[in-house]
């Protein structure tokens, strides 16, 4: 079982930044990868940003490449989520989630993760 805390969301302007952090707790982190999902309101969760269980790859969503970063220290059992040049379409829910190493399936599917987040709420105002 792996607890996930998510941290960080609130209002900012167009053009601002947020970080959100994601603490996790209850088994080794490294045996997990990471990803960051958001869910505006009437429409269904979506992928943002994926890591590997050690960085060395990261995986992102067409609409934030260039612009978000996703990151992870395994020795604090976090990850993160460097959001710039925030736009008012990045608005939503955001959630971290787990996926065990061996459960298969691609970064951008919502049923390849097994433990997730209560989410926290991003506002970005025009």
């Known amino acids: 079982q792996v607890q996930l805390a998510e941290s960080g969301g609130g209002l900012v302007q167009a053009g601002g930044s947020l970080r959100l952090s994601c603490a996790a707790s209850g088994r080794t982190f490294s045996n997990y990868i990471m990803g960051w999902f958001r869910q505006a309101p009437g429409k269904e969760r979506e992928f943002v940003a994926g890591i590997t269980r050690y960085g060395g790859s990261t995986y992102y969503t067409d609409s934030v490449k260039g612009r978000f970063t996703i990151s992870r220290d395994n020795a604090k059992n976090t990850v993160y989520l460097q959001m710039n040049s925030l736009k008012p379409e990045d608005t939503a829910v955001y959630y971290c989630?787990?996926?065990?190493?061996?459960?298969?399936?691609?970064?951008?599917?919502?049923?390849?993760?097994?433990?997730w987040g209560q989410g926290t709420q991003v506002t970005i105002s025009s």
């Open positions: 989630a787990a996926a065990y190493l061996s459960t298969s399936g691609s970064y951008y599917d919502t049923k390849r993760y097994d433990y």
